[in-house]
């Protein structure tokens, strides 16, 4: 059981590339969400999605795209970083439900230059 | 809208009790969560109220007031493993089923000998 798993863990891009940050969990949890966390401004919701076919934008989604075609995988798209998109990315899961606690991937941390 | 405020920074004395204050105004509310969060990880799951009280688990304790939009985290006999940052979560009821979960900006606490 390898809970939330995110890749890759460092990554730096420049100005106008695209990417995708991967988020995988095993535990059959019908949420998965992604934030992102800058100093002094917590965590901050990006995206989210409550089962396989269904997304929603959180508070901050300009800029990131995102699909869920299976329970299992919710990949964060950049499709042009913007230096104003370095930060730390945690993708987080849980079981639906009010009491669910999320579980948190291990977060990747991007540079945009 | 959703405000979560909570303290920058607090610093307590090894072995001593420290309490960690939180409010909250959101359109609705389904319950509050914190986290902890050591520098370079990912946020771990500490505590759960959607009633008002105190909720008790080993050295640390959280307490609830939903009329008052309050909450706190105490923490009891300070270990230095304890200096991390707390945060504080709070999941909106929107009438549909969603884990979302807005945070605060966390509280910095530094634990000295």
């Known amino acids: 059981n390898a809970g939330v798993t995110q890749t890759p863990k460092f990554q730096v891009l420049k100005t106008g590339q695209s990417m995708t940050l991967q988020c995988a969990q095993d535990?059959?949890?019908?949420?998965m969400s992604w934030y992102r966390q800058d100093p002094g401004m917590g965590l901050r919701l990006i995206h989210y999605?409550?089962?396989?076919?269904?997304?929603d934008q959180g508070e901050v989604p300009n800029g990131y795209n995102v699909s869920r075609s299976t329970t299992e995988d919710f990949p964060l798209r950049l499709l042009s970083a913007a230096p104003s998109q370095t930060s730390v990315y945690f993708c987080?899961?849980?079981?639906?439900?009010?009491?669910?606690?999320?579980?948190f991937g291990s977060g990747t941390q991007l540079s945009v230059l | 809208g959703q405000n979560i405020d909570q303290p920058t920074e607090m610093t307590a004395t090894e072995g001593a009790i420290v309490q960690i204050n939180c409010t909250y105004q959101?359109?609705?509310?389904?319950?509050l969560f914190w986290y902890q969060q050591h520098a370079g990880e990912a946020p771990t799951f500490l505590s759960y109220?959607?009633?008002?009280g105190l909720e008790e688990k080993g050295r640390f304790s959280s307490f609830l007031s939903r009329s008052k939009g309050y909450s706190y985290l105490l923490l009891k006999e300070l270990q230095m493993k304890d200096s991390a940052s707390y945060l504080c979560?709070?999941?909106?009821?929107?009438?549909?089923?969603?884990?979302?979960?807005?945070f605060g900006t966390g509280t910095l606490l530094a634990v000295q000998p």
């Open positions: 535990m059959n949890h019908e949420y």
């Open positions: 959101t359109s609705g509310f389904n319950g």
């Open positions: 987080a899961s849980s079981t639906l439900g009010a009491g669910e606690k999320l579980l």
């Open positions: 979560a709070v999941r909106p009821y929107y009438g549909g089923a969603t884990n979302k979960l807005i």
């Open positions: 109220n959607v009633l008002d």
């Open positions: 999605s409550v089962g396989a076919g269904i997304t």
